[in-house]
């Protein structure tokens, strides 16, 4: 209820968020569907590259999130929530599912920008409803994840710091721009432990009909949740001390 209190309050932050993914689309996509060098299973790039673009954007959003719980524990609200008897784990349940409502209007942004760039998306009902879990669970890791920083950096601008460093890795170390078997092994290894690499291959499927394991994909991202949920739990009286 706050987020949508706060985008109600504010709507310019959707379309100052919708800049990153359009360009992505526009520009990177546009130009890598001319060259033809990425090996995409048959189906235009822009097509393959549009899930990527959704799970990109969403984590940015996610990751950064533990910014307003340091900016809560700095207005004293966060001392206040941690003296209920709200479990912690509801707390930063709270905070995920928060993060997933911004990351589902993200989400929309990106899927419009693609459809009134030509790409062939599903309009399933079902299959849009796996595509809202899907975003939700990336988005309660990632936020999970930003709030665990937090707990150990214990200021803003480490966490910004760190936040910055990690955001390109995960992107790049995922399958969000090219597929697995075109990266060095290396690379492979990084992102076979990569949630975001689960989130996009769930989101190709879904959306696009292209071969993927949407079970697997959904267990890795629930089990990533629900670690992150847990590591979050246990470091947030830290930044209360």
């Not at 001319?34 to 097509?47: C, F, K, N, Q």
């Not at 995922?174 to 492979?188: D, E, K, R, T």
Request: positive net charge; aromatic residues 8%.
């Amino acid at each position: 209820m706050v987020e949508l209190q706060k985008l109600r309050h504010d709507r310019t932050e959707l379309c100052t968020r919708a800049i990153q993914p359009a360009l992505w689309l526009l520009i990177f996509g546009e130009t890598f569907s001319r060259l033809r060098v990425i090996p995409t299973g048959g189906i235009p790039y822009l097509d393959y590259l549009a899930p990527g673009i959704i799970a990109q954007s969403t984590m940015f959003i996610a990751i950064f999130y533990g910014i307003q719980i340091i900016w809560e524990r700095d207005s004293g609200v966060l001392t206040k929530l941690l003296v209920t008897p709200t479990p912690r784990a509801a707390l930063v349940t709270g905070k995920a599912f928060a993060a997933g409502v911004k990351a589902m209007i993200q989400a929309v942004v990106v899927i419009v920008i693609a459809a009134l760039l030509g790409v062939s998306l599903t309009w399933d009902p079902l299959r849009l409803a796996g595509v809202v879990l899907v975003v939700v669970l990336g988005s309660a890791f990632f936020s999970c994840l930003s709030v665990t920083i937090a707990g150990i950096v214990l200021t803003r601008d480490r966490l910004m710091g760190i936040g910055q460093a990690i955001t390109m890795p995960l992107f790049f170390a995922s399958n969000a721009l090219y597929p697995i078997s075109a990266m060095p092994g290396w690379v492979q290894a990084i992102s076979a432990v990569n949630p975001l690499s689960y989130q996009v291959d769930a989101l190709r499927g879904l959306l696009l009909g292209m071969p993927s394991y949407l079970a697997l994909d959904l267990v890795v991202l629930l089990g990533a949740a629900a670690a992150g949920i847990t590591a979050a739990s246990c470091l947030l009286p830290r930044l209360a001390r």
